[in-house]
């Protein structure tokens, strides 16, 4: 997907070539593409909350050494996670570009 996504950003000459047929296909699966980015961006939102819950139910217990677990584990997936959101972003910015592109030329 992020090769598809850089070539919309970076070389939407490709896109202004194509015919309208040629960009409603590419749009669509672009679509696709930005929605599964999406679920996989909420998915993660409901594991950082269901993270955070179990770790301040866990400490809260008085059961020893979740903090610094649970810190080391929140470091790696919060890493995780901005690569999601930036994945997510980027699909959506290519979408957009080629969008627009296909608006310009009259086909959508």
């Known amino acids: 997907m992020g090769c598809a996504s850089n070539v919309a950003v970076q070389n939407s000459a490709h ?13 669509d699966k672009m679509k696709q593409q930005v929605a599964t980015k999406q679920q996989h961006k909420e998915m993660n939102r409901t594991v950082d909350t269901g993270t ?3 770790a301040q139910g866990a ?12 810190s ?3 470091t790696l997936f919060n890493h ?8 997510a972003s980027t699909a ?5 570009t080629v ?4 608006y310009e ?4």
């Open 52 to 54: 955070t819950v179990a």
């Open 15 to 27: 896109y202004r070539n194509m015919t309208c047929e040629e960009l409603t296909a590419a749009l």
């Open 92 to 96: 959506e910015n290519a979408y957009y």
């Open 72 to 74: 080391i584990a929140k």
């Open 80 to 87: 995780n996670k901005q690569t999601t959101e930036n994945r």
């Open 59 to 70: 400490s809260l217990a008085g059961v020893p050494y979740v903090g610094g677990v649970v």
């Open 105 to 108: 030329k009259g086909c959508l």
């Open 99 to 102: 969008e627009n592109i296909a």
